[in-house]
């Protein structure tokens, strides 16, 4: 709390007067920068004046600031016993509950505050905060725009920000886009129209707007986490990095900027530092299951198997019902559940009043622990409900997807080639590996980074983000301009491309190696750009059973950008979709794409990986035999079995669920 908000807060339930007045302001000032004489001050005034609120107010304030939240808590206990009707006290107390992991008791406490005093913006903030860190995004998204409503005056903002809390998002961006244009610098409309985009999914917009507002206003606090969080789900880590050390220069301790930070450090391969800040954070906050389920996940990856194991338990511990901790162990894939835990699932699973999001986690975990079991028909049943709850929650369009696909064949022709030859950025460091997920990809990626030559990465979000800019669509509907706008395209143009995508990228390399891999699958779609851009760069194609590819996707839940995957005829539609695709290129790029056939990756190990190497260009190697020693960081669901030797039982893992496939093999009947 500042001092400004301290001043305007504190005497509300008694009105010293003379040198007490003085005695109290004195203490105030101290608080943020000195809190200890802050507290000795207020001692002093209790010594004279025994249980005066608005000291006892101020030393609950500054044990929470030297660190002593739990005597904070037993501070505030005992004034809002005394003043159950003084706002401030029970904010204060919510803050010092949440310091030390009570969230139920802090969440009640912060309540508590708005229901006494509805215009109290920063308890709605802290009610947001203390939302996102459990992990609760839609009430997170609520509180935040109470928060909003309760800080503004203008009437015609406090009408928009009505519809903003009613989630009538068509009405606030109609009435904020009227307000900026009479007045284009006021900083509350900007920020308000900035979450109504992102509410929308609209983050490019939310970036440009963000960014206005904090050129307009540097000190904004709550713009710039706004933008720090924006430009996180925008692939853009880099960039939100610097964003939550200025937020964090003025509040250290923030568990939501440091979990923040953790997870953006995690998206540049910085997994130390988001180890580190994880359990920093779980060391305030202890009692956090969202929190210790993300430490899992960075524990997970950099090949902290049994550590990661403790932190998704603690999670449910902590959250019996919070399915994805429970996914989250399935994930680990060598991971083998408990009769004891399998049996919570199922007691989880028969309750009716748990989140769809939890109870799909928990069909496709327990569809994992049957499959373990060799129950596979019941196995099945799970992973089926698991993908009917999630293909209900995305929006996808398989025909839409073939029309994509399809419209990349008249444009990238042999001509444009041959006319485009030694055009764009002529690096040869990137090694792309394409392809369905779950696929081989990971292996291929543990083999080459295996190499002296090769640094891993993870999935590179550049490429696609690239081809979203020069589709130039703002919302769905629109009409896109990619991928015919490449055509257009001068040796100038495609260079800068080429340039800028090597140069994003650069923050994800950590070694001098002169290689470095971008696993992203779905890039199979832009193998065209990614010839006009980066001629040199290698490209390779994981490629698998159609039928163990696509249950081996019916099995997973992907946290995003895998639409197709919940619905085996969609998975059927996109493998046709895909394979046909790629024999385009196979015909217009002869020779460029190298197919990696992972049945024949595992029966001929050595074989298939000097043809690997020798298509990259790289010497052989032995070491790329022993990639299962290999102890680099890996972030996708095969990251426990690419630390283990190749072997044979995983290829025909599909035929154990052949007589629910029917409907998938007729799609894709042909297509190997």
């Given amino acids: 709390m500042a001092v400004a908000e301290a001043k305007s807060k504190i005497g509300n339930e008694a009105e010293p007067a003379g040198s007490l007045t003085t005695a109290l302001s004195h203490a105030l000032r101290l608080l943020e920068t000195k809190p200890a004489l802050a507290e000795r001050q207020a001692f002093e005034i209790l010594h004279a004046v025994p249980d005066h609120p608005d000291a006892l107010l101020i030393v609950g304030i500054a044990k929470r600031f030297n660190g002593d939240p739990q005597a904070a808590c037993a501070i505030f206990d005992k004034v809002t016993a005394a003043h159950p009707f003084w706002a401030e006290a029970h904010y204060q107390r919510g803050l010092a509950l949440a310091s030390v992991g009570r969230t139920s008791d802090a969440h009640a406490a912060l309540t508590r505050s708005t229901q006494i005093k509805p215009q109290m913006s920063d308890a709605w903030r802290a009610l947001g905060d203390l939302s996102t860190l459990t992990g609760d995004s839609q009430a997170a998204d609520g509180y935040y725009a109470q928060q909003i409503k309760t800080s503004v005056t203008n009437p015609h903002l406090i009408e928009a920000a009505s519809a903003l809390v009613e989630n009538r998002l068509a009405v606030a961006e109609r009435l904020l886009k009227d307000f900026i244009k009479r007045h284009p610098t006021d900083v509350a409309a900007i920020r308000m129209l900035a979450e109504v985009a992102t509410r929308i999914a609209r983050y490019a917009d939310a970036e440009s707007l ?18 720090a969080v924006v430009l996180y789900r925008l692939g853009k880590p880099a960039e939100a990095v610097p964003q939550i050390d200025m937020l964090l220069e003025t509040n250290p301790g923030d568990p939501n900027y440091r979990n923040l930070k953790a997870a953006a450090l995690s998206q540049i391969g910085e997994y130390d530092q988001a180890i580190a800040l994880y359990a920093g954070v779980l060391k305030d906050y202890p009692a956090q299951p969202k929190a210790w389920m993300s430490y899992g996940h960075a524990l997970k990856t950099t090949g902290r198997q049994q550590d990661s194991i403790a932190a998704y338990r603690r999670s449910i511990e902590l959250l019996p019902s919070f399915g994805e901790a429970y996914f989250s162990l399935a994930n680990l894939k060598t991971f083998r559940f408990t009769e004891a835990e399998i049996t919570a699932m199922r007691h989880q699973l028969a309750r009716t009043d748990i989140r769809d999001d939890d109870r799909l986690h928990f069909e496709f975990a327990l569809g994992k622990a049957l ?33 994509q696909m399809q419209r990349s064949e008249p444009v990238f022709t042999k001509e444009l080639f041959a006319q485009r030859s030694g055009s764009g950025c002529q690096a040869a460091d990137p090694i792309f590996i394409v392809g369905l997920p779950r696929s081989g990809s990971t292996l291929i990626e543990q083999i080459l980074s295996s190499h002296s ?12 983000a690239m081809a979203r800019v020069l589709g130039g669509r703002r919302k769905k509907t629109d009409a896109s301009a990619y991928p015919e706008i490449l055509g257009t395209f001068d040796d100038a143009r495609l260079r800068e491309l080429g340039e800028d995508y090597i140069a994003r990228t650069r923050v994800q390399r950590k070694t001098d190696r002169p290689f470095f891999i971008d696993k992203m699958p779905h890039n199979f779609l832009h ?68 197919r990696v056939i992972y049945e024949m990756m595992v029966d001929d190990t050595e074989t298939e990986i000097r043809k690997l190497l020798e298509h990259c260009g790289l010497p052989f190697e032995t070491v790329c035999l022993r990639f299962h020693e290999n102890d680099r960081a890996v972030r996708t669901a095969s990251s426990e079995q690419v630390r283990k030797p190749i072997f044979r039982d995983g290829i025909d893992h599909w035929r154990r669920y052949e007589p629910w496939l029917g409907p998938l093999k007729a799609v894709v009947e042909g297509f190997v």
Avoid: W
């Fill in 210 to 227: 963000l960014a206005t507002c904090l050129e307009l206003a540097p000190g904004f606090t709550a713009a710039r986490h706004n933008y």
């Fill in 371 to 403: 499959e373990d079991e060799a129950a596979y028909a019941e196995s099945f049943e799970h992973y089926a409900n698991g993908n009917r709850i999630r293909r209900g929650q995305v929006d996808y369009d398989g025909r839409e997807m073939t029309a």
């Fill in 453 to 464: 030559q090769v640094e891993g990465t993870m999935e590179l979000p550049e490429i696609s």
């Fill in 527 to 594: 193998i065209g750009m990614i010839q006009l851009i980066l001629p040199n760069a290698k490209i390779i194609d994981a490629r698998r059973h159609p039928l163990g590819s696509a249950m081996s996707v019916f099995k997973q839940n992907f946290a995003r950008g895998q639409a197709f995957s919940y619905d085996l005829g969609d998975i059927g539609l996109y493998y046709r979709d895909y394979v046909r695709l790629m024999a385009h290129f196979d015909a217009v790029l002869p020779g460029r794409i190298h």
